[in-house]
């Protein structure tokens, strides 16, 4: 944890200082102890730290649900994007466009975060079905193919109205470029709720791991256990999700690293997790920043420029990865 502490404070430092403009760190210096900044870099500054703010919550919110699938559907490299999350939220916001007429950003949220906790209810009411209820191999199933049928639709959408794909198109890149203050409070309390449910979960969560005949007899209500963290992955990830667009692989790479490290305990791989997704996507949205100047790549994209490399190595060369 202090190790991951101590990226955090350097992956916050590095958002602020490094972009297409360069800020030095006395100047960044002189900023914090309220000294006299010239105004084109305290703009810049007050940006880059709301920016960084938002970079570092959604991260964490990823990697708090991700972590919270791969121990519900006991699979070490399970994704938010198994429960159908972020088709779900494309295709309610192609169908806004196509159909109501809707463009505005604070509109999109909306629409995502409805489609995507709408899609989550139907993959858990779907896998409920049958004696044995919401397995994690059925959800698993039904979110894949619930994905695909949705994927398959939203490109229909987009292929029959092309303003749709304009309007889409920067926001299903996933980025956190243009974030504000005002759009930041609403969703913060519904990442604040998921988290908790999947912190205190985390017990729940290791006695999963023994299968469910095992948790029941450990006194654990299996089915109302799994749906209530259910829940709170759904806010979790529809919610950023909803603020930033999808940004994919986070929620997969961020807590299977960890378990690499610190072994299989939830109790220590659900708080870990959040902090080295808040840096990870702190990091990918710096060097998104820089890899091509002048322009920007955004964060959806350089996060799995960034992830890659590290997941093959951990995947190639890290004996205590469990496949």
């Given at each position: 944890m202090l190790t991951l502490l101590?990226?955090?404070?350097?992956?916050?430092?590095?958002?602020?200082?490094?972009?297409?403009?360069?800020?030095?760190?006395?100047?960044?210096?002189?900023?914090?102890?309220?000294?006299?900044?010239?105004?084109?870099?305290?703009?810049?500054?007050?940006?880059?730290?709301?920016?960084?703010?938002?970079?570092?919550?959604?991260?964490?919110?990823?990697?708090?649900?991700?972590?919270?699938?791969?121990?519900?559907?006991?699979?070490?490299?399970?994704?938010?994007?198994?429960?159908?999350?972020?088709?779900?939220?494309?295709?309610?916001?192609?169908?806004?466009?196509?159909?109501?007429?809707?463009?505005?950003?604070?509109?999109?949220?909306?629409?995502?975060?409805?489609?995507?906790?709408?899609?989550?209810?139907?993959?858990?009411?779907?896998?409920?079905?049958?004696?044995?209820?919401?397995?994690?191999?059925?959800?698993?199933?039904?979110?894949a193919a619930i994905s695909a049928g949705l994927g398959s639709f939203?490109?229909?959408?987009?292929?029959?109205?092309?303003?749709?794909?304009?309007?889409?198109?920067?926001?299903q890149l996933g980025t956190v470029a243009g974030a504000s203050m005002e759009n930041f409070f609403p969703g913060i309390f519904m990442l604040i709720a998921g988290a908790l449910i999947l912190v205190f979960s985390s017990k729940t969560i290791n006695n999963f791991a023994l299968g469910d005949d095992m948790a029941a007899s450990l006194g654990e209500n299996v089915a109302l256990k799994r749906f209530i963290i259910f829940i709170g992955i759904t806010l979790l990830c529809g919610t950023a999700t909803s603020m930033t667009g999808p940004i994919a692989f986070l929620g997969l790479m961020a807590p299977h690293a960890l378990r690499a490290l610190v072994g299989p305990d939830y109790r220590l791989i659900i708080p870990l997790s959040a902090v080295f997704g808040a840096v990870l996507l702190m990091v990918a949205d710096t060097v998104g920043r820089v890899i091509m100047p002048p322009e920007e790549v955004q964060v959806g994209v350089t996060m799995v420029l960034v992830g890659v490399p590290v997941f093959l190595y951990l995947v190639r060369f890290q004996k205590a990865v469990d496949l």
């Open positions: 101590l990226l955090f404070g350097l992956a916050v430092v590095a958002s602020v200082l490094i972009g297409t403009r360069t800020i030095g760190v006395g100047v960044f210096a002189d900023f914090l102890l309220k000294r006299p900044v010239p105004d084109m870099e305290a703009a810049i500054i007050d940006q880059r730290l709301v920016r960084t703010l938002w970079a570092a919550t959604i991260g964490a919110a990823l990697a708090l649900a991700g972590a919270g699938m791969q121990g519900v559907t006991r699979n070490p490299l399970g994704d938010p994007g198994i429960l159908g999350v972020n088709s779900g939220a494309a295709f309610a916001v192609v169908f806004g466009i196509a159909f109501l007429g809707m463009e505005s950003p604070a509109s999109f949220a909306i629409l995502a975060f409805v489609g995507a906790a709408v899609t989550s209810v139907l993959v858990y009411a779907l896998a409920s079905i049958g004696r044995d209820g919401a397995t994690p191999v059925k959800l698993a199933l039904m979110g939203t490109s229909a959408f987009i292929l029959q109205f092309s303003d749709a794909l304009d309007s889409l198109r920067m926001w």
